[in-house]
């Protein structure tokens, strides 16, 4: 993976804002406001280690826009988090909240550890600690700041988080909303784990359905066959490859920060995730070729990349080799401004990271509105839902003399469950707002996506602070 010193995400975001506002009639005031992270804390705090050793551990959370309350955005582990890349990233937030319509403000967190090198009582530490440090600020809360996973965190930690900030709220009946992407016992929510990679496949099989689109690109209609490179196979890259191959995509190249796999007749997801599991790592795996230099796979010929792990990975130094007829933003920020411009010129479709990994705040969406009702989805409907369904087909039946078999009887009468309706509430946001954006870039004879969803996101933004009557 790149280095990420001296590379500003913050100002890569705020420079693709102001080239979307540059389309719009938007005021300098408002832009300016709306471009600035609201609320930035930085802290230290230590860690005892067994040999009665300490380190100091640095953590951030950055409230990128109070335009919407509560603020919304995952908390980071990772050696390369500084202040710029949380501010960068929170900034994202923002921006990808107002493009899929959820009503969130954009914030990040995170703790500059490497984690693979802590042991999991040191991991326990570290969140529970830093999640004090938001309750003593007020950083943290269901009304005012709710964190989630990201980079190097996931369901275990957002349960530390929960428990402990129920520690010191034990009034609070909210509580449980304080954080998602927990796990079910902890109230999480069925399909916030795969959302994310639920959310890039959706994404993607949009974008290659428009006939018209992807005849600019010289490339047929559908998944069907498509030949596809993915970076990372972490959860959004693992989630977004499986799906991707169940819909007839071909993974032909995986990189990760310890070696590439490549085998152009397609890898079978399932098969080499097992093996990296349990090896940490490809190297050794007979049905592909390992690749020690896991940047260069990047470059080989596929019909889409896939970025799925850091930011700054698409940069000045390998944009023009990139072979790729399309890039999906998986992660957050993984095509440098730089190399944007370059991509573009090559005529390459880049479908921008703050719609395409937006499933995984979506669905987080869903689950904050399940801790404050306090009831799963489909609880109350779903055998009142059964029993209307039953007696429509047994009415068919009798007025038609026509029955239906056992197989299709199951599926029109089952009930929705709490995972259908997820589904169906992050396909209709995904499928809604690719449209959206994909109309906003015709309408405005707009080359790329990322610009027209900067514009949609900017124009939701503005409005907020207009009805407010703060600008004009
Ligand atoms: N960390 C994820 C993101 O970057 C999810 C955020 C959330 O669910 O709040 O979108």
């Given amino acids: 993976m790149k280095n990420m010193e001296e590379y500003s995400l913050f100002d890569d975001v705020s420079k693709v804002v102001d080239h979307a506002a540059s389309h719009m009639d938007i005021h300098p005031g408002l832009l300016d406001q709306i471009k600035q992270c609201n609320s930035v804390y930085k802290f230290n705090f230590p860690l005892r280690n067994g040999d009665g050793t300490y380190q100091v551990i640095e953590g951030f959370r950055v409230q990128h826009s109070h335009h919407k309350l509560p603020v919304k955005g995952g908390i980071r582990f990772s050696s390369f988090v500084n202040e710029e890349e949380v501010k960068g990233l929170a900034a994202l937030m923002t921006y990808k909240c107002a493009l899929v319509n959820i009503p969130y403000g954009g914030a990040k967190g995170g703790v500059t550890i490497d984690p693979t090198k802590y042991n999991t009582d040191q991991l326990e530490k570290i969140t529970r600690r830093y999640t004090s440090e938001l309750i003593k600020k007020k950083f943290i809360g269901p009304a005012i700041d709710v964190p989630a996973p990201d980079y190097g965190t996931g369901s275990r930690e957002m349960a530390w988080i929960v428990d402990t900030f129920e520690a010191f709220n034990p009034d609070a009946i909210n509580a449980k909303g304080c954080v998602t992407g927990k796990p079910l016992s902890q109230h999480g929510i069925e399909g916030r784990t795969e959302a994310t990679g639920m959310g890039v496949f959706i994404g993607i099989r949009e974008a290659v359905s428009i006939k018209e689109d992807m005849d600019a690109l010289g490339l047929t209609v559908g998944l069907a066959g498509k030949k596809i490179i993915v970076q990372g196979l972490g959860n959004v890259g693992y989630y977004s490859a499986k799906f991707l191959e169940e819909a007839g995509a071909k993974i032909i190249g995986i990189a990760e920060y310890n070696g590439g796999i490549w085998n152009e007749e397609g890898i079978d997801i399932e098969d080499i995730k097992r093996y990296q599991v349990a090896n940490k790592g490809f190297k050794g795996y007979s049905k592909g070729t390992f690749m020690e230099d896991t940047m260069s796979l990047l470059t080989y010929p596929c019909d889409i990349l896939i970025p799925a792990a850091l930011e700054n990975q698409i940069t000045l130094e390998n944009a023009n080799q990139i072979q790729a007829k399309i890039i999906g933003e998986a992660a957050n920020g993984p095509v440098t401004q730089d190399a944007d411009v370059i991509l573009l010129e090559k005529g390459i479709m880049i479908i921008p990271d703050m719609y395409l990994n937006a499933g995984g705040v979506t669905v987080s969406y869903f689950e904050w509105l399940k801790n404050l009702s306090r009831v799963s989805f489909g609880k109350l409907e779903k055998r009142y839902d059964?029993?209307?369904?039953?007696?429509?087909?047994?009415?068919?039946?009798?007025?038609?003399?026509?029955?239906?078999?056992?197989?299709?009887?199951?599926?029109?009468?089952?009930?929705?469950?709490?995972?259908?309706?997820?589904?169906?509430?992050?396909?209709?946001?995904?499928?809604?707002?690719?449209?959206?954006?994909?109309?906003?870039?015709?309408?405005?004879?707009?080359?790329?996506?990322?610009?027209?969803?900067?514009?949609?996101?900017?124009?939701?933004?503005?409005?907020?602070?207009?009805?407010?009557?703060?600008?004009?």
């Fill in 386 to 472: 059964m029993k209307k369904y039953d007696l429509l087909l047994e009415s068919i039946e009798k007025a038609t003399g026509d029955t239906f078999s056992e197989s299709q009887k199951e599926i029109i009468v089952r009930g929705a469950s709490e995972r259908d309706l997820v589904n169906s509430g992050l396909e209709e946001t995904m499928v809604t707002a690719y449209h959206h954006m994909n109309g906003v870039r015709k309408e405005k004879q707009i080359k790329d996506l990322r610009t027209a969803g900067f514009i949609v996101a900017l124009e939701r933004i503005a409005i907020s602070y207009m009805d407010l009557g703060i600008f004009p």
